[in-house]
């Protein structure tokens, strides 16, 4: 079964490719230009049988060097973060891929690239434990 926290690494460590620093803490004035901030936006899971169905919803915020002259950065970080994401990623033994398009904003200056992550997995039970049935008495 993968974690949150599994999937969160791997995507900060494709990121690290970049050689651009990787933040993990909410967005705060005084970090460091130029940089990342990787946040999951909506997490949904829907529980079946014997599995699950995880829907994450993946937003990546890239703060150029300059907070006024960013264009030519900003699109070569997009083109850059795009080649990464689009053949997916291997966390432990699943590879991820992105379940729709990537999209990619500019808003005060911030590029802003938005994904989704749909994948099944099988459930975790290991830890419950229930009361096995004894005997079963019916009419024939």
């Given at each position: 079964?993968?974690?949150?926290?599994?999937?969160?690494?791997?995507?900060?460590?494709?990121?690290?490719?970049?050689?651009?620093?990787?933040?993990?803490?909410?967005?705060?004035?005084?970090?460091?230009?130029?940089?990342?901030?990787?946040?999951?936006?909506?997490?949904?899971?829907?529980?079946?049988?014997?599995?699950?169905?995880?829907?994450?919803?993946?937003?990546?915020?890239?703060?150029?060097?300059?907070?006024?002259?960013?264009?030519?950065?900003?699109?070569?970080?997009?083109?850059?973060?795009?080649?990464?994401?689009?053949s997916g990623f291997?966390?432990?033994?699943?590879?991820?891929?992105?379940?729709?398009?990537?999209?990619?904003?500019?808003?005060?200056?911030?590029?802003?690239?938005?994904?989704?992550?749909?994948?099944?997995?099988?459930?975790?039970?290991?830890?419950?434990?229930?009361?096995?049935?004894?005997?079963?008495?019916?009419?024939?």
């Open positions: 079964m993968l974690t949150l926290e599994e999937i969160m690494a791997k995507i900060n460590l494709e990121l690290s490719a970049l050689n651009i620093n990787i933040n993990e803490n909410d967005v705060q004035e005084g970090f460091k230009r130029p940089s990342f901030f990787v946040k999951f936006d909506t997490v949904y899971r829907t529980d079946y049988k014997d599995c699950f169905l995880r829907e994450i919803t993946v937003i990546l915020y890239f703060f150029p060097s300059d907070r006024y002259k960013y264009q030519l950065e900003v699109l070569d970080i997009q083109q850059k973060v795009e080649d990464i994401m689009r291997i966390v432990k033994d699943r590879v991820l891929n992105i379940s729709q398009d990537i999209e990619a904003t500019v808003i005060d200056g911030v590029l802003q690239m938005v994904f989704q992550l749909s994948f099944y997995d099988t459930i975790d039970d290991s830890g419950v434990s229930a009361p096995l049935m004894e005997e079963l008495y019916f009419n024939e």
